[in-house]
């Protein structure tokens, strides 16, 4: 198999947006690449992200805050990682205008047949 | 379970030295996620990679050329990403000082698990 033609994940970005843009990178079975283009978004008033799959989170531009349920807050710059389990519950409650995120998303699945 | 700290992939780095850095970031059934940090390295004359692994790569920082058999060479800056599937020999001719790049490797058992 030959390799892919190169992607590059800061330039262009999507047009400013009302929404984040979200853009699936790489599928492999239980694991899941995006990349999420935040412009400001936060999230909803009492939402809380609650997902089925351990998350791998690099900050690739711009800053953000997530928040914990223990009202924990992180501060997140370029080249931050931090891995969120499944289950964990957060929130995002800042993004700079233009963050871009890599996110990896690995099954529960996946983890228990270790 | 609780989010884990907060680790930086850009700073700090790794001294600048003979021979590449590498930290796993991640590991799962199937899949592994390191940092590299190239420092002007590359590989040997008539040296190839020829992994079992599909190998999804990004480049956070510096710049890089890779070769492949057939004598293409792709020049990557930061923020391009390409996938080398697992078996595409392929070669590293060019690396920048302080190059640091994202790798993230599935096994062919978990793609052939699909």
């Known amino acids: 198999?030959?390799?892919?033609?190169?992607l590059n994940l800061l330039y262009p970005?999507?047009?400013s947006?009302?929404?984040?843009d979200f853009q699936t990178l790489l599928t492999r079975p239980g694991l899941r690449i995006e990349?999420?283009?935040?412009?400001g978004q936060v999230s909803p008033p009492g939402?809380?992200?609650e997902q089925a799959e351990d998350e791998w989170l690099l900050l690739l531009a711009g800053q953000a805050v997530l928040e914990y349920e223990d009202g924990q807050q992180v501060a997140l710059v370029?080249?931050?990682?931090?891995l969120i389990?499944?289950?964990c519950r957060h929130r995002v409650v800042f993004?700079?205008?233009r963050s871009v995120w890599l996110a990896v998303f690995c099954t529960a699945e996946v983890a228990a047949a270790r």
């Open 1 to 6: 198999m030959k390799p892919t033609s190169i």
């Open 13 to 15: 970005l999507p047009e």
């Open 17 to 20: 947006a009302a929404s984040e």
């Open 35 to 39: 990349r999420i283009v935040s412009d």
């Open 47 to 49: 939402f809380w992200y």
């Open 78 to 82: 370029m080249g931050d990682t931090l």
């Open 85 to 87: 389990p499944a289950a």
């Open 95 to 97: 993004t700079a205008p």
